[in-house]
Structure formats: C-alpha cells, structure tokens
C-alpha cells in the first residue's frame, strides 16, 4: 500500500530522511536483517540428485531391475551349486554399467546445456546509485536495503521496488513485467488503487527508459513483485513429459510381456519336471532376457543428436526429453512482445495530404523506405526529425541505421531512424535548425514541443510539436495540403477522425504533427520561457499523422501458417492492449483474414454483440478483466469452441490459467515467452520456450528450450525436428526389440526342448549393446516418410510410441522369422556337425554334464564336454552372425512405415554405415584369433553365413508386402492390425 | 471420466478411427474417410437389432456405475484408472457393441495363425534342404571331434575313485558298472555278432555307403585279470583295481600305420612312485588298427570300442594318487590345455585299507 501514503507517512514507514537517505550503519543493519536485495534463485536440484535423476529415472529402472534379479539369481547358483555359470553375474555387471554410462552420458549433456544456460547470465554485477547521510554513491545493487534514497536515470535498471518521491520525465519499460511494449511514463502521484497500474511505484527489475526520478525502496529482493511471480514459478509442481509417458508406457507393455513369458515358462518347467531353483533361475533369466539392454542408450543418443541438431537451428533444448515434446505439441500459447515481433517501434503508416501511405516494415530494411514529393512530407519530415529527443549513440556509423543504438523512448528512436533513413541526416537537420526552447512531453499536456531557428533565415523562429492526435488538432486551425495552407473545415476534421481510426484501429500508435513559423516580433535571441510561456502557441498548422506499431517478423506470419497445417493451434497471450494485440494478431495470421470476431460479425450484420451466434465468430480477443470473471468451464468452453484466440492484458496468474486450461483439454501446451511475467506459465506448460536473446534470467530458468535466435519461426522448426524424432525413435525401438525374439527363444527352447542353448548370455550382449547399436541410431537420422507437417499433432493417449502393434509386429512377426532363421542355422551346424534335430531333443542333461566326456552323436561318435561345447559355442557365434544378417532386412524394413523402401530409397548413409559396422563387428568377433578364450566366440565356415540369407529376403518382401496392402487399402485389416 | 471413454468408443470397434493413421497423404486421407464413413454405416446395421431397452439398461447401469465412481473416485483416484484398464480388459473380451466375443482377438489369431503355418512351412523347407545336404552316414564336418577324447570305466559321476577294501559297499558299485559295460564285450557275443579279422592293419571295407559293415571282434577274455572273468570284482576287493580305457570313436580315424595308439599312465602330480606298477591288458597297451576305421553307427552296427585295461596292483594305499593316462601315437594330440579329456584323461585312486 506503500503507493497511497504521502511522503512523511512514507518517511516513518521505512524511518528514513527523504534528503539524505539511511545512515550506513542503519543500512548495514536493514542489510543483515533483510538479506541481500536478490532473487533467491529456484531451488537448483543439487547436482547429485539430478545425476541420480539420470540414473534410476524411466527406462534406467528396468535395467536395472533385470541387473538385481540376475544378481540374485546368480546368488541362487552360488548358494546351491557351488560350481555356478557366471553368467547372471556378467549379465547384472554389464547392465549395471549400461546403465550409469547411460546416465553419466545424459547428465552430461544436460549439464551441456546448462552450462550454455549459465553463460546468458549477466555476470557483470549491476550498480545502483543511493543516496545516504546525503551522499551519493554508486553501490552493489544486492546491497540496496529497505527504505533506501535510490536516484534513477535513463538507461537504468530498477535496483528494486521503489515509491517514487520526485520524477522528471521518467518513463519505464516495464513489458518484461507486464508484457506492455510502450514505456509507462511515471510521476509522484498516486494513480490508481491496483500498484501495478499506479504511477508512483517502479519495479526492481524493469528498465529506466529516460528521465530521472528518486525514489524510496519499499521491497527487495524475493519481497518484490518481480521476485513473488518468480517464486510463483518455483512453486509449479511441472507434469511428466509425452516422451516420458511414453516410455513409461512402453516399459508397462514389455514388462507385461517379460512377466507373462517369464511365469508361462515357469509353470511349463515345472511341469517339465525341473526342480524349483532351477524353474526361478528360468523366470528370471527369461524376464531379463525381455530386457533391451542396448534400447536406454539409444534413445538416450537419438534425443541427443536432435537436440544437437535443434540447437544448430537455434533451438537449445535444456531438457533432453523435451526434444520430443515440441513435436506432440497442439497448443501454442505466444507471448507477443519480441516473439512474434521484433520488439522495436517501427514507423508503419503516414497520413498526410488526405491520403494514408505505407512504410516497409520489414525486418531487413535497405535504403530508402519512403519517398514522396510533396512538400507537405517535408516539413513533416522536419518536424518528426527536430521536435524529437532521441539521438544516435556515437560511434555506429558503419551500422545500417534499422541497427543503431538510440537513446530516448521507442517511439522518438522510430521516428529518429525512420527520418534518418527516408528523408536526410537528422543530425544536420538538427544543426542548421539549433533548438531554443522545448517543453518535453508529459501525460498530463500530452505533447512536445521545440522551438527551433527556421532554415532559410537564422532570424525568425519555427514552433514545432507533435503528440496524442487529438490534442494536436485542438492547437490547430489551419491545415497542409501539398505545402498549402488551407483554414481548418469539418471536411477535413472528418477525414483526420477516419485516418485516427483507420491508424489506431491497426493497433499502432498515433502521433500527430503541426507546426508555426514565429512571426519576426520573437527575433534571434529571444528568451522563449517554456514555463509561463510568451509565445503563440493556437492557430497551428496541422500537418499529418504518422503512425508506429513494433511490427511482426518477417518470417512470422509463415511459421504461424505452418503450425496451422501442422494442426497446432496458435494462441497469443500477451500483457499488451487488446487493439494491438488483434492487430498483430491479425497481422502475423493468428487470427487469419477471414474469420471474424464477434464484435467484427456484429458490425458485419448490424446486431448487437450479444446476439452473434458464437458458432459464427470463430476468433476471439479476449481481455484480461473478462478472463478474470470466467469460470473455468467458461474458458474451456473458449479454448474448445474457438480456433483463432487472442488474450490481452493478461497477468502472469491469467496466464497460468490458460495454460492449465489448454491441458485441461488434453492439449500438449509450448508456452512462449520473455518476462517474468510469462515465467509461471512457462514452467507449467508441456514446453516452456524461453528467450535467448530479449528472455530474462527468470524465464530462461523457467523454460525447458531456449530460441537463440528469439524467432517465432525457430519453433516451426523444433516441432518438425520433433515429430520427426517421435516417428524415428519408433522405428528404432521396432528395430531393436525385433531381435529381442531370436534373442529370447533360444532360452526357451532350451527349457523347454532340452537342446544345447542355440544363443549365450555374452551373443546376447554383443546383439544388444554391439551391433544393434549403430543401426539402431542410424534411424535417428531417417528423413520423414511424408511431409510431417501436414498431418495433426498426435494424441497422447491414442498414438502412442509403442503400442501393440509395434509388439506385434517386432514380437509376433519379425522377430519369429528372425528366431526361426536363427534355429536353421543352429540345426545346420549342429547336423554338419554330427548331431541331428531329433538327436538334439533332450540331450541337454547329458550334454551339460561335465563328466561325460563319450556323448555320443547322430553317427555313433563320441564327444568330449569341450569338443560339444565348442560346437555349442560355434552354433551361438553363428546364431549371432545369423541375427546380425537378418537384422540387415530388419533395418531395411523398419526405414519406413508405410512407405516402400524403394519410395524411400536408401539415402540414409549413416544406416549403410551402420550395416557395414555391424557386419564387421560380427566378422571381426567371430575370425579375430583369441575371441575363443575372450568371449567364447569361434571362427564361421563362410556357408554358415548363407544360412540366413533366404531369411533376409523373407523378412524384406513379406513386409513389403505388408506395406503395399497398408498403402493400397488404407483402413484395411492389414493397417489396423500392424500398422505401428 | 467414464464419458470420455465411451466417447472414444466409436461405433465399430474393429472399424474405429482409433486406427486412423496420423501421417497419410491428404489423398489418402480424402479416401479412407470414405470407406471409413462405409464401414460406420455397415456396422450401424449390424448394431440395429439390439433391443433398445438393453441399452438403456445398460445406460443406466452404467450411469449409477458412474455416480458410484464419482463417490469414490475422488478418494482414490488411482483406483479410478485401475477399473478404466479393467474396462478396457473387459472390452477386449466381450465387446458388447458387436456382441462378439473376442471380436478382435479372434481376427489376431487368425492373422497369426495363418502367419505361423506359412512360417512352419518355410522352417519345413529349409530342414528338407539341410537333410538332402547332410548324409546320413558320414558326418560332413569332423574336425571338431577330433583329436579323439579318452574315457574310463567304471564311469560312476566323478574321477575319484574312493573305497576302502574291506567295505565293499564302497566298491560294490564300481564292479556293477564294470560288469554291466562289459556285457557288450562277452566273448560268445563277440564271437557270434562280429568277425576275428586279422591284427595290425586297417579293417577296411570299401563299398557303398549304404552298405553294412562289419565290426572286428574285441572279446572281454582280452582283458584277462580285468576282465572280470576270474575275478568278478575286478581287483576291487584286494586293493588292486581294474580301470577301462577306451577312446572315443570318430567316424573316419584312422591312426598313423604300423604305429597304433598306446597308453601309458604316471602319477599326474606328486612321488612317481606312487603307482609302483601298473598291467594293461591288452599287454601291447594299444588300440589295434583292425578296429580303426570306424563306418559310423548307421551301417557300422555292431562296432564294439577296443579297450585297454590297467591293472593297478600296488598303489599307494590310504593317499590319494592322481593318475593321468595318455594316448601316445603319432596323430594324437593329449595336451590341450582347456580340454582335459583330449588324448588323456586323469583321475585320482584313493585306496583305503
């Protein structure tokens, strides 16, 4: 309330002098007591506890699941049979180690990130200057202290929440606050009960445009209003990600499968007449044999190298999972300010000589963006360029002058660059024009005006002014038409009403221009008092209009254009006024040409608004004061029953409302936005989008990505980057849980069968984390099948990453061909080698016992234990050879899901590559001299390598053919019950 | 929440949108709108029979279900997603806008089953190739047989052979095993299933493959002391124990000419002595080349494995001795390291008294 008392109630307040400021001893005091003047930054998660994150998170869990079970059943073996296979034991220490390579991988990146992150913060510590026992001094802005005398200037940061006590001409950006893009004059007077909207109170945080002002600290640090909505974010308890829903989801489905298997092939061996121990050893090795050890880490590199390649599009992804998240999106609720535009005022429209002109607002502005010859854009020219305080810093010559850096208040810099580049060098203008009086502009005269020496005869005086339109109207009685002066009529009251209108109702601000050549009874030297004044200053000649708006970005409109075929809805939600905000709206195709607002339909039929069916106006600009009334259902309603939606002057907590509103729909929700006051909403959405460039630290904190470049458009390319990504990954876990099966029934056959085991633990291992890698990721780099930004955002809970028909597919039909051409090649050897199919059944007692070293074979010849079990362990290499060659098809195969693989074509070299790479990782595994001791892997005939071949061919045609029935009759049974 | 659910649940279940693909081309697109409306419209059809009154009840049972979900759902909202998946599960099985049981589930299975066969006549074909490939008579790859491993009787689940002489049912078993492996090697079956052929060179006997070969005859009576002929204990009884030697048969071997494959044991570890002496029967110690080449087990039926014997006859009592018996010939390999069984074979003899 701070904001409603006077000065002496102030002065007891806070106990403070308001000429000479707190003692020091009495500001060191408040300064133990209070705490340094910042903002308690978010509870940081301790980096160890985000390294556990990465390590016991999601898909890591299973893992490491499967690594205790094989860690207990090896302790089984261990406790029963003293003489027990490692094998368990192995298999928990590299699952183990997968794992935390896995996490150590991930937090690495993620602390990648984060570092990029740490360098936006402004590492230069920001100065204020107070005032104490009377002196002036430049302090820490952390040491600033309740009730502390605090002068600002122009060009200030807002140390921290102050009463104004005295004010020249200050004005205040205050858009990362409240999202208001023009600057807010302030004064000492009391305005308005809200303190957000009142005069007298500047905010810790904000920017200090022009003019001085004292003031009194009444919060700092977290007790500010920035630091409440900061802690407001912190609070936000933030949902799951798609990714992670999914990949939950997907762990669900393959632990249902691992457990039925596992308890299906429990009960069988039981039955089977197996022991106890023996039949858990079997549940569990077949629940961890479900396991894809290789799967965590190549999502893990998949997210990575999108997020890598995001970031090269200027798309910096803090959160690894949220790569994804883009691509899910449906909503997409924009700030305005600096993402949809450039976040600088631009002159947009000119009215003069009854006629409206257009000026290039485009981004990339060369040359000469306005010319005219009529006389009347001269002088109106001059008056925008010498009644204007705002000038170029020095020393940016080489700059195009879109580029320099002004001082002064938006509006006067647009104007300043717009003359500079149209019309001549403002800065001779200036010279030979020297100003000798000027009463600055202010809210209450809501003009300016300058007195400058007339060109031609340094004798005489011109009066010069600009300002609120209709205010300037009211000095004149004369106007210009084509350097003419003609007497003020109703004629031309009317068209400047329309031009008004016509200008303001485009959401740009409106400033009018007049002028008065002095008569020579005020000669050179003549002492012009702005105070009392002593100078005509009716009967002006009006000039024209012109009108600035901080335009869209070029490439804006574009990337709403796609999001829009893309089945994203684009909602812009910002703190500015609803004019300005439908108009850009408008303008950047939020609300697109021909739909209409209820008001716009009204006016269109002649009703009153009340009466428009709600079906007709298919967009809205909502305001904040309304939002605040609705009920929750009432905004549902909104958000469901409008495609094209504009909220204006909303506040952070509205914000955060719509947001939840939007999710309360089902809607995956990317928030946009630079301030503070967009940060609550950032961190509640799905995706936070933050700032790179304009985006405040806070924010930046808030937000899941960061746009480098703070264009609009980046996302289009994020969404694409992650629908794409969505799409891979499926096709990644098909590929890799396809081999799960060869990997599996091996173990199952040797249960249940009683054969020799066609595929070890160790095969297994150099499957999974050896040569499915490589391939496996190379489907990362897959280019889309169709154009994905055509089709519909997916629906979170119909269009899942694995659903039952990827299983299907991988499980029940890729992956049996690829056992049973494992098998083949198991027999083949097995028979080349003298023992026979039907010999085999059973065998196994007998074959894994160590003392029996006669076994006799198909053809009457006896074995030794290790003569069989290096045949066993030739047949596993080849068993692994064989799932190697039919995982080539499998790769081929899995490229597309719909597409054929000849529509597709094989432009992928990362995946040739990663054919090549695991064709000689299995080469080198099996010839490479020592692999018989090392893993037990022995050298092939090259016939044995052919086994797999027709196999190969099979997989590749009967999914093309596959294929071809899903492409051929779309809705077919085919499609519905394979298409993953 | 329940809603929601049946909202989703489109007319058809099999025909639902839920399969509508999120990446097809517009034209497509356009097309499968078609032919989904079509098919909606079928399957309107076939629901129209069902009595209106049966969904009604159903309606109201599933209203009051609802009310009740409401009450405890705000309790327990993890209960609530529990019962939509049982829902869901029931669905599954009984789906009742179709009234079909399994409706889903039974088009699966039909899709698998036919998968499968078509895959079980692939696997078919494939081992019908492999048969036609591999001979039934002589293996195609041998050399993972080879070199030949060594056995010994009585082959009772351990290589240590621990009795005490005056307990003999600690070496009662041992003589079982022997006796039972030598019914093979009786002399009047020998001498009635196989040929005497003539000592020192190959039995070799060309002819097609097909054809049946003969086997030399390897009569128990060589085992002489071992043979368990006149000492049915062999040995075991007096602290002299008999131990079979034979070598694992592979198809094709043949040792080097004029050089048949010897035995010789020593004390693997510890005091050479130990052994003393040792007897083998045959006294040559050595496989004779009349029983090499071996014709395999289809058309070589009666092959009957040569044998040696050793004889331990003053071993060290009360200690355990380990013995190692090795193949010596040319062609023989009886070191490898990973493969105790190859050429050799050790055991230990632990005698008590």
Known sequence: ?980 | MRRQLRSRRTPSFPYSYRYRLDDQDELNQNYLADEEEEAEEEARVMVVPKSEEEEEENEKEEEEEEKKEEEEGQGQPTGNAWWQKLQIMSEYLWDPERRMFLARTGLILLIYFFFYASLAAVITLCMYTLFLTISPYIPTFTERVKPPGVMIRPFAHSLNFNFNVSEPETWQHYVISLNGFLQGYNDSLQEEMNVDCPPGQYFIQDGDEDEDKKACQFKRSFLKNCSGLEDPTFGYSTGQPCILLKMNRIVGFRPELGDPVKVSCKVQRGDENDIRSIRYYPESASFDLRYYPYYGKLTHVNYTSPLVAMHFTDVVKNQAVPVQCQLKGKGIINDVINDRFVGRVIFTLNIET
């Open chain 1, 1 to 980: 309330d701070d904001h409603k008392l006077t000065l002496e109630e102030l002065s007891t307040k806070y106990s403070v002098n308001l000429t000479t400021g707190h003692s020091h001893q009495r500001a060191k005091e408040i300064l133990i007591r209070d705490g340094p003047n910042t903002l308690t930054p978010p509870p940081t998660t301790p980096e160890w506890v985000k390294f556990c994150k990465q390590l016991f998170g999601g898909f890591s869990l299973l893992l490491w699941t499967g690594a205790i079970l094989c860690f207990v059943a090896y302790g089984i073996q261990i406790y029963f049979h003293e003489e027990a296979a490692k094998d368990n034991l192995y298999l928990s220490i590299v699952l183990t180690v997968v794992v935390v390579i896995t996490g150590c991988f991930s937090y690495y990146q993620e602390a990648k990130s984060s570092k990029i992150m740490e360098s936006f913060k402004n590492m230069v510590p920001q100065q204020a200057l107070v005032i104490r026992e009377g002196e002036k001094m430049q302090i820490n802005v952390q040491d600033v202290v309740l009730g502390d005398l605090v002068e600002i200037k122009g060009g200030d940061r807002i140390p921290a929440d102050l009463r104004l006590i005295s004010a020249r001409g200050c004005k205040v950006d205050n858009s990362s606050l409240t999202g208001e893009s023009e600057p807010q004059s302030r004064s000492t007077d009391f305005t308005h009960e809200n303190p957000l909207e009142t005069r007298n109170i500047c905010f810790f945080s904000t920017n200090c445009v022009e003019g001085t002002a004292q003031g009194i600290v009444i919060a700092t640090g977290d007790s500010t209003v920035m630091g409440r909505i900061a802690s407001l974010t912190s609070g936000l308890e933030v949902g799951q990600t798609p990714i992670a829903a999914e990949i939950e989801h997907f762990i669900r489905l393959i632990t249902v499968v691992a457990v039925f298997l596992g308890v299906t092939f429990f009960v069988l061996s039981l039955l089977l007449g197996y022991g106890w121990l023996e039949a858990i050893i079997f549940l569990i090795g077949i629940i961890v044999a479900n396991v894809p050890e290789g799967l965590l880490a190549t999502v893990t590199v998949c997210l990575t190298l999108t997020a890598k390649r995001m970031a090269k599009k200027n798309c910096l992804v803090k959160n690894l999972e949220a790569v994804e998240t883009l691509g899910s999106t449906s909503i997409i609720c924009s700030d305005k300010t600096g993402t949809l535009t450039q976040n600088r005022m631009i002159v947009a429209h000119m009215w003069f000589d009854e006629t409206v002109y257009e000026v290039d607002t485009s981004e990339e502005q060369t040359g000469k963006t306005f010319a005219n010859n009529s006389d009347t854009w001269f002088i109106l020219a001059q008056i925008a360029g010498l009644c204007n305080r705002a000038d170029f810093k020095p020393y940016q010559e080489t700059l195009p002058i879109a580029k320099r850096a002004t001082t002064g208040d938006a509006s006067e810099s647009a104007l300043l660059k717009f003359i500079e580049q149209s019309y001549s060098s403002v800065a001779e203008m200036r010279k030979k024009n020297p100003k000798v009086a000027e009463i600055p502009f202010n809210s209450t005269n809501k003009y300016q005006m300058s007195i400058h020496f007339r060109e031609d005869s340094s004798q005489t005086h011109v009066l010069m002014m600009k300002g609120a339109p209709e205010r300037i109207l009211e000095f004149c009685s004369t106007f210009l038409l084509h350097g003419q002066e003609y007497s003020m009529d109703d004629e031309l009251k009317e068209d400047f009403q329309n031009a008004y209108l016509e200008l303001g109702g485009l959401g740009e601000r409106v400033l009018g221009f007049c002028f008065l050549n002095l008569p020579s009874s005020f000669p050179k030297g003549f002492p012009f008092n702005t105070d009392e004044i002593n100078f005509p200053m009716d009967n002006l000649c009006f000039v024209g209009l012109i009108s600035m708006i901080d335009p869209p970005r070029t490439t804006v409109p574009d990337a709403v254009n796609k999001c829009r075929s893309a089945g994203i809805k684009v909602i812009m939600v910002t703190g500015d006024h609803p004019i300005t905000a439908e108009a850009i709206a408008k303008r950047v195709g939020i609300i697109s040409e021909n739909t209409e607002t209820a008001q716009e339909v009204a006016a269109r039929l002649r009703i009153p608004v009340s009466k428009v069916n709600p079906r007709d106006a298919k967009a809205i600009v909502v305001h904040g004061s309304e939002l605040k009334d609705l009920r929750s259902e009432q905004l549902d309603q909104i958000l469901r029953n409008h495609t094209e939606i504009v909220f204006a002057r909303t506040s952070p907590q509205q914000k955060l409302i719509i947001v939840e509103g939007c999710q309360r729909l089902g809607a995956i929700v990317a928030v946009t936005g630079d301030g503070v006051n967009d940060s609550p909403a950032l961190k509640k959405a799905d995706i936070g989008i933050a700032m790179g460039i304009s985006g405040s630290d806070v924010s930046k904190q808030a937000a899941d990505m960061i746009l480098l470049d703070d264009n609009f458009a980046s996302i289009v390319t994020g969404v694409e980057e992650g629908r794409l990504i969505f799409d891979n990954l499926k096709k990644s876990i098909m590929y890799t849980l396809t081999s799960n099966i060869p990997e599996i029934t091996p173990f199952l056959l040797f249960i249940i069968l009683g054969i020799p085991l066609p595929l070890g633990t160790i095969t297994i291992l150099c499957i999974d984390l050896g040569t499915d890698m490589v391939p496996a990721i190379s489907l990362a780099y897959e280019s889309a099948e169709s154009d994905i930004m055509k089709r519909r955002p997916r629906n979170p809970k119909t269009d899942k990453l694995v659903n039952d028909r990827l299983i299907g597919m991988a499980y029940g039909q890729i992956g049996m061909i690829q056992a049973v051409a494992g098998f083949f090649t198991y027999f083949v050897i097995m028979a080349e080698n003298g023992f026979r199919p039907i010999d085999l059944l059973g065998i196994r007692l007998y074959w894994e016992d160590k003392f029996l070293n006669d076994l006799e074979d198909s053809y009457g010849q006896q074995w030794t234990y290790e003569q069989r079990k290096v045949v066993e362990f030739t047949c596993q290499t080849a068993f692994f050879v064989t799932i190697v060659l039919v995982q080539w098809a499998d790769l081929i195969v899995s490229k597309t899901r719909r597409n054929s693989v000849f529509q597709q074509g094989m432009r992928n070299k990362i995946l040739i590559f990663g054919i090549l790479e695991e064709t000689f990782l299995a080469a080198f595994l099996s010839y490479t001299p020592g692999m018989d001791v090392a893993l037990r892997m022995y050298p092939l005939k090259i016939s044995w390598w052919f086994c797999a071949v027709p196999y190969s061919i099979l997989i590749f045609v009967y999914d093309e053919i596959r294929k071809l029935l899903i492409r051929q009759r779309p809705g077919g049974w085919v499609e519905r019950e394979t298409y993953y």
